[in-house]
Structure formats: structure tokens, C-alpha cells
């Protein structure tokens, strides 16, 4: 399985929006709704901030959300906030039980 | 609610293996699945294997094959992931992730455990 492909780095001011995206293929994002987006801070373990897509888990700001078009995920933050700085990674199924993350984005705020 | 806290930092020879456990509290263990993901210096994440305590069937990132061996022990709620022909590529932190078995999400991870691979 390839990485699926985000952007190195996506970079926006406080209060402002970003969309990182995800790109894999008709074989994993494009085919499974079971694409999850994960958070992580310099040291810290990864945290799960999307998953099947478009469902928040509890605890999780409204200000995070996902999407989906074709073989393309994406991650929307809206109202950046400082505390939004951080590593972000997508996830997604790939079939016969196996599964493939993103190449990663940097988030500067 | 629950929490998986794995085991401690390790220092291997190349060639020679490495098990790191992981130990949930606080939730039901066997009804869920257990993934492996490993993130080397400055690298991205990659999912390793996944195991599931109720029916003891685990699956594992074809890149691994051969080389991965993921069990649980139920009786007291651990996970382990033995990695063996250690090479510096290996050189990661290697973190477990609880899943549910019909879908493909991780939460929560342990801490993460550093395994690194020096002659």
C-alpha cells in the first residue's frame, strides 16, 4: 500500500480557516467511508479527531469536520486557534484488513 | 474509560528481536481491536497489524509479513507485538491503538515505545 498524499504543510491565521486534503485511490479512499484524521502534538501520541469520514468523537471541538469527494478526504478546521498547531494525519481502509495512512501535515498557525 | 499503557524503552542489536506489550484498563479488552503503528525519527505513521482478543485472529500490513507476530493474552487484558530481524529502519515508536473490528479507527493509543536498533 502508497501513502495517501497531503501537503507537507498548511499554514493560516488565528480565527481563519484551513482544509488539508488526502488523496489515495478508487481502492482505498475512493471505495471505504472509513477515513479517520488523527492530531498530534510534537511528542505526544496521535489523537482521533474524525472518523468514518464526517463523525466527530465526543470531546472533539464542532470546529473540526471532514469530507469526502471521490478518491479525495479532507480535513477542515475552522476558527483557528493556536492550540490547532500540530501534526495532522489521514487514515484509511484499504481492504482484506489492512489499512494506510497519509504522508502527514504540518499545521502553523 | 480506557486506557492502554505499554511497556518501556528498549535497545536492540540488529538481527535480533523485540517484543513490546501493551495493557488496557478501564473497558472491555477482548470485544475490540488492537492496533500496532509504528512513527520513525521524523517520519509519518504506519499501521503495523491489528489483533482481535475474542476470536485471537490477527492481521498484519503485508510490508510486515513474516517479520510481525501480534498476540493477547485476555486474562490479562495485553497486547503484544514481537518484531523480529531487527535492521535500523526499525529504529520507531511503536504505539498500540484500540479499533472496533467492523471499522477502521484508532482510540485511544498508548503512550508509544521507543525501540531502537544499534550495532
Known amino acids: 500500500q502508497s501513502a495517501l498524499t497531503q501537503p507537507a504543510s498548511v499554514s493560516g491565521s488565528p480565527g481563519q480557516s484551513i482544509t488539508i486534503s488526502c488523496t489515495g485511490t478508487s481502492s482505498d479512499v475512493g471505495f471505504y467511508n472509513l477515513v479517520s484524521w488523527y492530531q498530534q502534538h510534537p511528542g505526544k501520541a496521535p489523537k482521533l479527531m474524525i472518523h468514518?469520514?464526517?463523525k466527530r468523537p465526543s470531546g472533539v471541538s464542532d470546529r473540526f469536520s471532514g469530507s469526502k469527494s471521490g478518491n479525495t478526504a479532507s480535513l477542515t478546521i475552522s476558527g483557528l486557534q493556536a492550540e490547532d498547531e500540530a501534526d495532522y494525519y489521514c487514515c484509511s481502509y484499504a481492504g482484506s484488513s489492512d489499512g494506510v495512512f497519509g504522508t502527514g501535515t504540518k499545521v502553523t498557525v | 474509560q480506557v486506557q492502554l499503557v505499554q511497556s518501556g524503552s528498549e535497545v536492540k542489536k540488529p538481527g535480533s528481536s523485540v517484543t513490546v506489550s501493551c495493557k488496557a484498563s478501564g473497558g472491555t479488552f477482548s470485544a475490540y481491536a488492537i492496533n500496532w503503528v509504528r512513527q520513525a525519527p521524523a517520519q509519518g505513521l504506519e499501521w503495523m497489524g491489528r489483533i482481535i482478543p475474542i476470536v485471537d485472529v490477527a492481521n498484519y500490513a503485508q510490508r510486515f509479513q513474516g517479520r510481525v507476530t501480534i498476540t493477547a493474552d485476555k486474562s490479562t487484558a495485553t497486547a503484544y507485538l514481537e518484531l523480529s530481524s531487527l535492521r535500523s529502519e526499525d529504529t520507531a515508536v511503536y504505539y498500540c491503538a484500540r479499533g472496533v473490528a467492523s471499522t477502521w479507527w484508532f482510540d485511544p493509543w498508548g503512550q508509544g515505545t521507543l525501540v531502537t536498533v544499534t550495532s
Open positions: 468514518e469520514v464526517n
